[in-house]
């Protein structure tokens, strides 16, 4: 899916509503500084329940966890600083690895339709379900308006 698929999504879901005369709420959650807000205990508490193994997790741990960085300034490293969370721009694996963290959002929110704490907003002659739209680190939520 491309980024003009998700948007094309929200302006039929708006226009729909409008329409319809029904009522929805949409949220954008907005992932500020996504890759450096990954927390690496999560990451690790998620690849399990995503079937990564033990030897890829640790894998990943020794090429995404590193305790220390420094920067280089006129091409000289400065003091190492010590890093306990985030994901490093550029890394090949960062896209995917900030993902699957967002997916859990994307489960999160799927549990909280399922025990009705949250009701999505139904378009179409069919009623189609619409509560959460993603791509990379945009996130809505869209639900009945109470």
Request: hydrophobic content about 40%; charged content about 25%.
């Amino acid at each position: 899916r491309n980024i003009v698929e998700g948007k094309v999504a929200v302006n039929e879901v708006i226009d729909y509503e409008k329409k319809s005369h029904q009522s929805c709420i949409i949220l954008k959650v907005d992932f500020e500084k996504a890759y450096d807000s990954v927390d690496w205990g999560f990451l690790e508490y998620i690849l399990p329940r995503f079937g990564f193994c033990d030897k890829w997790r640790a894998w990943m741990q020794a090429c995404v966890c590193s305790d220390n960085m420094s920067v280089l300034v006129n091409g000289c490293p400065t003091e190492e600083i010590n890093i306990k969370r985030g994901l490093k721009q550029g890394y090949p694996l960062a896209p995917h690895l900030f993902l699957l963290v967002a997916e859990r959002l994307g489960a999160l929110m799927r549990k909280v339709v399922e025990i009705e704490r949250f009701k999505p907003f139904h378009i179409g002659r069919d009623g189609v379900p619409v509560s959460l739209l993603q791509y990379a680190d945009d996130t809505l939520c869209i639900g009945e308006a109470p």
